[in-house]
């Protein structure tokens, strides 16, 4: 009879950790801190718990997430230290990688969740080490239910479409492509953040018209070279947070936002964000109008102070529900009205024969995209009561107009 195989620290590790997944998804506490207490009992268990972490996050990256949307949802549905130790161990995993292997937007992500020092040991460890040693002591200070209840969460987050490459697979962008977006880009940032920062209503007006002019016409140009040149554009997908308050009528905005860019939007309320199809340039658009307009709307709402009936009661949320509502209804109606300017602009200059037809084809191909990631889609409705909320909101997104043709500098 040959010699019984002792099991690994990491082994034994991986089934404590099991054994108190399981009872905290039974809802056994006892057992649950029976399972913390064995952890704690181990010496080797801190090294070997944060790297069933970094095993346990890059399978979740493997079913779609990204690091601050898988961030945000431990976030939200446990706290920040449970967020700390997921953000610990992404921010590991992703060192394994060549850095030129990694997507531009998942290191800015990961550098949006990282602590300061984090990101302050990264940049004097070329090899990562010292970031993996402050990693393996946190790991040992943390609570061991926290990490039971972290694999926990982990280990339920569902499939998702992928936005983009995972580390290791990522592939540098041709560099003309990259610097005419990023250019146009700039200049939008620009251009809306001068919109949120005016108190002159005209003058935002003003900005927003130019931002979603240079945008519109962007994704027109870009259209024709493709068709012209024979290139390659396929729809992507783009997930963006929705928060509370108010989080239906956000996502009304949103739909707004992306159908008059030639997107679709669905929202998933149990993980708060919504998913956004369409291309690449159009995503990049719609995420920087909505943040924007979101900002622009907020602000006008919230000006308007608390509310009361003509009883005397508080009737604040039901008139900032109405308001947010109306606020992305007139909107979807004023973007379409920018992008038909600019489609006619178009035509104009290269003939409706040329346009209509690279335009149909890419709606065509989104409208595919769209319903081959979500076959089956429920739609909600939104009740609104407030009639002072609605014309107020109404009178907010008139006040950001996008047909203005005035000249604005940049």
Known sequence: MGDKRVPSEREIVERIV??????????RPAEVSRAAQALAARPGAPTAVFALMQAEVLAVWQRGWQPFELHRSVRKALTEEHARLAGAAMIAQTRTYAATTVDERWQAQLTQIAPAKSRDNAARSRDGAASDRDNAAGAARTDPQQ??????HLRRLPNLP???PLPGQARPRHIHQHTVDQKMLDRVRALLAKAESTTFPEEAEAYTAKAQELMARHSIDFALLMARTGGKDEPAVRRIPIDNPYEAAKTLLLQAVA?????????TESYGFATVTGF????????LLFTSLLVQAVTAMTQSGPRQDRFGRNNTRSFRQAFLTAYAQRIGERLRGATEAAVSETIRDVGESTLLPVLKARTEE???????????LRTRSITVSNRQGWAEGRAAADRAELHSRRAVRE
């Open 280 to 287: 690449p340039g159009d995503l990049d658009s719609v995420e």
């Open 366 to 376: 989104v409208e595919s995209r769209f319903q081959e990631l979500f076959p089956t």
């Open 18 to 27: 099991a054994e108190g997944v399981f009872a905290y998804d039974a809802r």
């Open 259 to 267: 159908e008059a860019n030639g997107c679709r939007s669905v929202w």
């Open 162 to 164: 992928f936005q983009g």
């Open 147 to 152: 990490v039971i209840q972290t694999i926990w």
